[in-house]
């Protein structure tokens, strides 16, 4: 079945760097978008990220954009957002997830398109 683990998550001052990472497992993602997502406490679900495994296209929230990078390692399957600048309001558990043609293509920005999801990673900026 398919896996999603996260890691990398912490604490951090503001203005500060994370690396997070989401290995993936359980099937071949060649065709699949990854993403990354965040919640934080009493919000909704929203979209950071996210990668066509095939070609590497990437999608960034307002939000992050020129902050944050959406990357993938072929041979070890694994997604990698890399978070810089830092601000007190990305605290937020972050979540990898995986989803496939066609709803995610148009939809890469909707938590709804996605069929696969870890477990979350904690991130908390401290200001």
């Known amino acids: 079945q398919v896996e999603l683990v996260e890691s990398g998550g912490g604490l951090v001052q503001a203005g500060g760097s994370l690396r997070l990472s989401c290995a993936a497992s359980?099937?071949?993602?060649?065709?699949?978008?990854l993403g990354w997502f965040r919640q934080a406490p009493g919000k909704e679900r929203e979209f950071v990220a996210a990668?066509?495994?095939?070609?590497?296209?990437?999608r960034y929230a307002d939000s992050v954009q020129g902050r944050f990078t959406i990357s993938r390692d072929d041979a070890k399957t694994t997604v990698y957002l890399q978070m810089n600048s830092l601000k007190p309001e990305d605290t937020a558990v972050y979540y990898c997830?995986?989803?496939?043609?066609?709803?995610?293509?148009?939809?890469?920005?909707?938590?709804?398109?996605?069929?696969?999801w870890g477990q979350g990673t904690q991130v908390t900026v401290s200001s």
């Open positions: 997830a995986a989803g496939s043609p066609p709803r995610v293509v148009p939809g890469y920005g909707s938590p709804g398109a996605y069929d696969y």
């Open positions: 359980g099937r071949t993602f060649s065709s699949y978008t």
């Open positions: 990668i066509r495994w095939s070609g590497g296209r990437t």
